[in-house]
């Protein structure tokens, strides 16, 4: 007989949620574990919170209900920098899923935790602290500058720094944080006020002092484990994390002036800042790529100053370190980042200002008693344009293109404006063309956010500079020129961000399309294939700018038009179908070459030279009431081109077959033809505009006798 529990079997009920946290951790507490069997529990940890919010949008109990002080502490522990770099990375994303699940509840347990191990007061306790503010900044700034601005935190930092025995860890740990606390101005000036001075112990501390006081130490003094040090020795990462925040800090005086109430000390501060730009120049060839990120993070923040600005950039040696740097730096890193921000500064131009503009900034510097807000000499044009010349020198431009294409958005944009400063000089642009800019520029456009005008345009203006100077049939080798057409545009349009509209960009943008519409191929064989492009995209925007009030933009519309229609499609297809606005077009085309400017007149009639081959159009153009006047007003013109174009018009309306021949005939004898194209061909020097101007003068006499005979 079988007994009777024979053949059953008991099924485990599956374990809850809440079960699964506490169980892991209940491991991470354990200790004594191999790092990535820690790290996987704390992958799962992640992936429970990052599920809570949603499961508890349906009604289930959340799990951040069983989590108390001493699970966060648990987490916030392995923050530490004494844990393994895959640790600390995976601990970081567990409190980043802890507290966007955990919310006010979260917030509440990170400041009893600080508050808890900052009053056991154990270097152990300051280090945990410390780490895991640094962790915690990036992920909760507000929360974690409330704590900073504690009543007597920020105080309690110099007393602790300048003990007679310290843990060079702590003191690590505490700039770490300092220098995560100034991502963002908050808590600039509360830092800049306790903790400048025993920073500026730190980073300028004088060797021979050290070696001096050091004979006068007690030796039977107890010292703390881990590394702790006698005196004022601080190991060499402080001193450069220490240099690094206080270039944070000392780069932002007028917010600093603003905040604290008081003046800070730039004027002492500006031979420290030289000091230190030059200690962070030679850190750039060091060995330790902690030492090479402290010294870009520094000149990063130290290049905002102008005096800085033109020490860096006069230093070669200093930008070809700089560019090897960018070369190697890992993709999308903060080394890279740092180093572009660098370049970004060195070769930045001041923003155009509008007369208005400039009248207000004067009167604010004339109210200011100081006159801060006069321009530093070092940021004027002829300033940035001899840096942005040694930057190109030392090999920048090759480098950028290297990165475009694995670059963040932020690096991206900090790409566009290095070639956006470097493009104003029109001699350099056919050798930034020839080192990658154009691909870089037009992949920035498209890539960008289309949220962020800004960039997008910069880098649309920047790509319209290069393609004014070069021959785009050596440029678009490996990409279509179609690719270009759509930045150039953008440009044609006022910028919706703006208060008041710069027309240098769409003025450039007009001159790029011009050179794309010269006919030139990317070796398809459709030389037309731009024009058709540019026509698609661009006509109605154009048009419009035919009657902008900026004559310069007005010429460049009508270049860029008279471009256009050397493709017969085009021109037949905008003015010759006789339509209203085709005869619109003829109307305005032909006030274009009455114009005052001569340039304006030079581009209008040019298009008149193409359009008036097509029957239709030269009708058109013939029975405009001043039509044939405003065509031998260019065979009057005292200039040899206007002539020319003039006699080629002329020539194309009386060669047209049937009535359109004997109209341009009529109107053009009624306008006063003989007398013009007799004076052309007097003024004249060029043999084809003499040739043109007598086969007219031929064919008008003719019709003239032949209409008086009959």
């Not at 001159?511 to 540019?534: F, K, Q, V």
């Not at 008279?562 to 085309?589: H, Y």
Request: glycine letters at 6%; a negative charge; one cysteine or more.
């Amino acid at each position: 007989m079988s007994s009777p529990g024979f053949g059953s079997s008991t099924v485990a009920e599956p374990m809850s949620r809440q079960d699964k946290t506490l169980l892991l951790f209940a491991r991470l507490m354990e200790g004594g574990k191999e790092d990535q069997e820690t790290a996987a529990d704390l992958a799962e940890l992640t992936k429970l919170l990052s599920e809570d919010h949603k499961l508890t949008k349906k009604g289930e109990k959340p799990i951040t209900s069983v989590i108390d002080i001493d699970c966060v502490d648990t987490i916030f522990g392995l923050l530490d920098m004494r844990q393994p770099d895959a640790v600390r990375a995976q601990a970081t994303l567990c409190t980043t899923a802890y507290l966007n699940t955990a919310g006010e509840e979260g917030h509440q347990k990170v400041t009893e935790f600080f508050h808890a191990r900052m009053q056991r007061a154990t270097y152990d306790d300051y280090i945990v602290a410390f780490c895991a503010a640094t962790a915690l900044f990036p992920i909760a700034y507000d929360l974690m500058a409330d704590l900073i601005h504690t009543e007597g935190f920020l105080p309690s930092l110099a007393p602790l720094m300048r003990r007679k025995f310290k843990s060079k860890k702590v003191e690590t740990a505490c700039l770490e944080m300092l220098q995560a606390a100034c991502l963002q101005m908050k808590c600039h000036a509360a830092i800049y006020k306790y903790c400048i001075d025993w920073m500026e112990e730190v980073i300028f501390e004088d060797p021979e002092d050290r070696v001096e006081t050091m004979w006068e130490i007690e030796t039977d003094l107890e010292i703390e484990e881990e590394g702790a040090g006698p005196l004022r020795r601080h190991c060499e990462k402080a001193r450069n994390l220490a240099a690094v925040v206080w270039m944070k800090i000392m780069a932002a005086p007028v917010q600093l002036a603003e905040d604290q109430g008081t003046e800070p000390r730039i004027e002492s501060a500006t031979s420290k800042m030289e000091i230190l730009s030059k200690r962070f120049a030679k850190m750039l060839s060091a060995d330790s790529e902690e030492f090479v990120q402290c010294a870009v993070e520094g000149l990063a923040f130290a290049t905002t100053r102008p005096n800085i600005r033109e020490q860096v950039g006069r230093d070669k040696d200093t930008l070809q370190r700089l560019v090897k740097i960018l070369e190697s730096a890992p993709a999308k890193s903060a080394l890279e980042y740092g180093t572009l921000s660098i370049f970004a500064h060195l070769t930045r131009y001041q923003p155009n200002e509008t007369e208005e503009q400039k009248r207000l900034r004067q009167l604010k510097a004339y109210a200011n008693a100081a006159g801060k807000l006069q321009p530093d000499p070092l940021t004027d044009d002829a300033h940035v344009a001899e840096r942005c010349r040694l930057v190109f020198e030392a090999g920048v431009a090759s480098a950028l293109s290297r990165r475009g294409n694995t670059a963040s958005a932020a690096s991206l944009f900090q790409i566009v404006s290095i070639l956006f400063s470097l493009s104003v000089t029109q001699s350099r642009r056919g050798q930034l063309a020839q080192q990658g800019a154009v691909r870089v520029l037009v992949n920035a456009w498209n890539t960008l956010p289309r949220k962020d005008e800004g960039p997008r345009r910069v880098a649309a203006q920047a790509l319209a500079r290069v393609l004014i100077s070069v021959n785009p049939q050596l440029v678009f080798a490996h990409i279509p020129e179609q690719a270009a057409i759509s930045p150039l545009v953008s440009l044609l349009v006022p910028d919706p961000t703006a208060e008041t509209r710069d027309l240098l960009p769409t003025f450039e943008a007009l001159m790029a399309l011009t050179n794309l519409a010269s006919g030139s191929t990317s070796g398809g064989g459709d030389e037309h294939a731009a024009r058709r492009a540019i026509v698609r995209a661009a006509w109605d925007a154009i048009e419009e700018l035919l009657f902008c009030s900026n004559a310069r933009v007005c010429t460049a519309a009508v270049e860029l038009i008279c471009n256009l229609v050397q493709d017969p499609e085009q021109a037949v297809g905008l003015f010759g179908d006789g339509s209203a606005k085709a005869s619109t077009r003829i109307k305005i085309i032909l006030a274009m070459a009455d114009a005052e400017d001569e340039p304006t007149r030079s581009a209008a009639g040019g298009a008149l030279a193409s359009i008036s081959m097509f029957d239709g159009i030269a009708r058109g153009i013939l029975t405009q009431p001043r039509g044939a006047e405003i065509i031998l007003g260019l065979c009057r013109d005292d200039s040899e081109g206007l002539r020319h174009r003039g006699a080629v018009v002329v020539d194309n309306l009386i060669s047209h077959e049937g009535d359109v021949g004997k109209l341009a005939k009529e109107k053009l004898l009624a306008a006063g033809g003989v007398l013009a194209l007799s004076e052309c061909a007097k003024k004249s020097r060029t043999p084809e505009v003499i040739q043109a101007a007598v086969h007219v003068l031929r064919a008008l006499l003719e019709g003239q006798n032949t209409s008086e005979a009959s």
